[in-house]
């Protein structure tokens, strides 16, 4: 057989074509539960991880009940709407338009302490990033944060996933009077004291200031449930009050 | 494949020479991309070569089934196509079973298909190797590539990051605390690149193959491809008008060669062969060089010449005592007898088997079932034809005959057939598969008395033929040639016998007495003549085999001999006579009749140098007694030229002797052997007036050439420096 002629050449493309493509559907399909599952306990092993639990994947099921108490999907407005937390898709919601997205929250419960759990998505050097920033119920202060990545350079972008790149977040605040700052990620070291910076890393500058940018964003877009939960403590810590000074009075009468 | 060609030495250096003399990365170059990209850690580096070789294994072998249906033009594509199928694969389950890994190789999986080693390992050697070749040679680079990767890894991650595979070694070692601190800068790119280089260094400072290789590096390149090309040209390597790497490969086996010492050979001859050629092009031959060569070679002479001989002096002269025992005395050692020996030798032949029983009725008759073809006699037939080159002649002929011309007249007029013009053109009875495939299908076919079209030969000659006489084929019945068959049996019986017997007679003669073989066999011993080393008297292997070391020196049997006449001989040495000088009386006659005849040959020397002398002084009356005196004829050639056969050689002689004035004569003497002195009297020299072109120019420029290559072969030895390890002597 003549494997130079141009029939035969279409013929094997063709064919050649034809079963690679059943082949790479074939495996894709069989393993996509697999993969599946990988990702979301990865989710639930990260949204721990960033309020300070941190626990083997495969444990993720178990634990993740015992510490996530709520789960809010919100829109823009701040106001809870219908939806599963879980699954809201940041990288979709990320596409429309602001005021059309979803906003997932998780709400957690360590050492009786509630945190707030906000999913981040953003864009590094190579592809995206995301992560999982915790607040503490101030509203205000870190209380923990991992990030992780696609396909960021091995040893310099990608290690935006290490402990000593995520543990000092813990700590600083996202407000300053009132205005939300964020947490800068800070090229060649945060000087010492500043509540709203972190250690950048060597060589890895435009996934350092992606994450800057994507907590940025992301916080941003929870302003106003953040201004209303704060009202509500204000409200809740003014009738606590009322509560003592009633109880006080009591005393007094009797 | 068997096993144990698996484990072969050069399937070995398929593994191991990529890991070091020719490492993708720092002997060839390839992979460099991924060399720096992901070489900060020693994790994905570990986890990357894995991958990798899994990758490259598995295409190697795949590329190497598909091998022979790749179409060339496509196959690149067709590598891409291999190597990301198996790339998405590979991530697809790693992100399914090890999720981990599959996020700490990131991109770089997909990276892999840009990986340059892989897509090389293909078209090089998978397209030209069989499956299992391929993989170990898949395996072998990967195992390159990958010790490379990990080597630079380390040096990054340990040097950068003070980390091997996440663990801080450095901090646990303490060596902070000195005032150490990480090099940052190895962290970067540009470190992997000056690692690799580092590497390279030290490899090649090292390793003297490669710095031999690097001397030759352009010329091996363009060498080898060359050399390829010409192995693979050559229709010996090639199965159905393809190059085969098996048959390559079976047949150098065959002649002992490696493919390695094999194309080192070739490369030489190439070299060679290139040289002469550049030189053959610096020498040329002007038009007139040609024309003056040309001439010369075609010119013609005229000669006669008078040849005397010594038979008439012989007798004449005379030679005493004296001379011949000083002769015998000077010649001693050409009086010498060889040793000669006696042997007893045992022979076996188809006579000394007994006679087979006579055979059954059934066995004869399938004995002539098979080989009815010898009883039969094929169809034959009887033709005449004419035969015409030109085909227009051939054509008109045709229609005469067909318009009821006279057959055997016209091919007696017209044929060129010489041998059966005469007949008519007759050929006699013939069977087929002797006239040519044309004439057959032609003659076969007719009837008697038809007359053929014309046949057209690959000669060129055109046929008309006619079919006069058909015999049919004929087979002898079995009762006929019962007799022929009953000596066909016997002669095949004992033919058997005899072969049998043969081995039997081998083994028991490398083992045992002469005496012995020819009593267990019931042979009869013989013994020979005393004879001499060459002698005629019995057959050559017979007289080798009798003065052969096994023989004469060990006193052993012989090998079995087989014979002309189907004999099988063994013999072994009887009684030896060695070598003796002969005595004056056994030899006197000889030498005298070699004085007489050296004697009689310096006397027609001198009578024919006489005769030419006196004749070229122009004394003719001397001349004239002379050849009287002795009764002598001129005997004249006419114009020869070089080429003429001629009695004495004279053809060449003739050419030698100096070119005469015009109109003159050159007259000269030659002695032409032990019995014959000539006088040559050349007359003339001319040259044709037509002269062709003999290529004699080419013949000299070849000679020239050869001539330039060989000065230069020894210009080049004694230019060089020739050193002799002594103590490898």
Redesign the interface.
Known sequence: MDVNKNSYTFSFAAIMVVVVAALLSIAAIALKPFQSKNVLLEKKQNILSSVGINIDREDADVQYPLYVKQELVLNANGEIVDGIAFDVDLQKELKKDKNLQLLPLFISEVDEKKQYIIPLRGKGLWGPIWGFIALEDDLNKVFGAVFDHKGETPGLGAEINRPFFEDPFAGKTIFEDGELISIKVIKGGAPKGDMHGVDGISGGTITSDGVSDMLYERLNMYLPYFSKVKSEMDNDLNISKTDTLLTLNDIIIK | MSKNSFLSKKNKMLLSDPLDDNNPITVQVLGICSAL??T??LK?AVVMALSVLVVLSVANVVVSLMR???????RI??FL?VIA?LV??VD??L???V?DVS??L???VGLIITNCIICGRLEAFAMANPPGKAFLDGLGNSFGYGIILIIVAFF??LL??GTLFGYPVLEKLGVYDLGYENN?MM??PPMALVTVGVLIWWQRARNEKLIENYANSLDIVTLDQEVRSVIQSNQAFQVEGQFSEDRYSQILRLNSYNPISYEIAQSKALSQEQIKRNLSESSFLSKVQNQQLNDLVSQQREVSYIAISTDKYIDIVDVDQNQISDYFNENNFNFVEGRKVKVDFVEMSLDSIDEPANPDEDTLQSLYEDNTELYTNPEQRRAQHILIEDEGLANVLLVQIKEGADFAELAKVNSEDSSSNDNGGDLGFFEKDLMGAEFDKAVFAMNIGDISDLVATDSGYFHIIKLTDIKDETTQSYDEVKDQLVALYKKNAKQKTLFDLQEEFASLAYEESLDMVADQLDLEMQTSDFFAQGSGDYDQAFVAAAFSEEVIENSENSQVLELDGGKFVVLALSSLQPERQKELSEVEDQIRSILRNIAAKKLIDDLSLSIASSLASGDEVMSKKLLADVDLEWNSEGWIERSSDLPFNLASIAFTIPKPADGEHTYSSRSVNNSTSLVIDLSGVRTPEEVTDTGVGELYLSQENNEMFVALIKQLRENAEIKVFTDLL
Request: positive net charge; glycine residues 6%.
């Open positions: 990209a992901i900060v850690q994905p022979k249906m790749i179409p060339s033009r496509i594509i067709v196509v199928t998405i694969l697809q389950v992100k399914a079973f999720y996020k700490e990131s991109v770089f990054r991650e950068g990051a940052g962290i970067l």
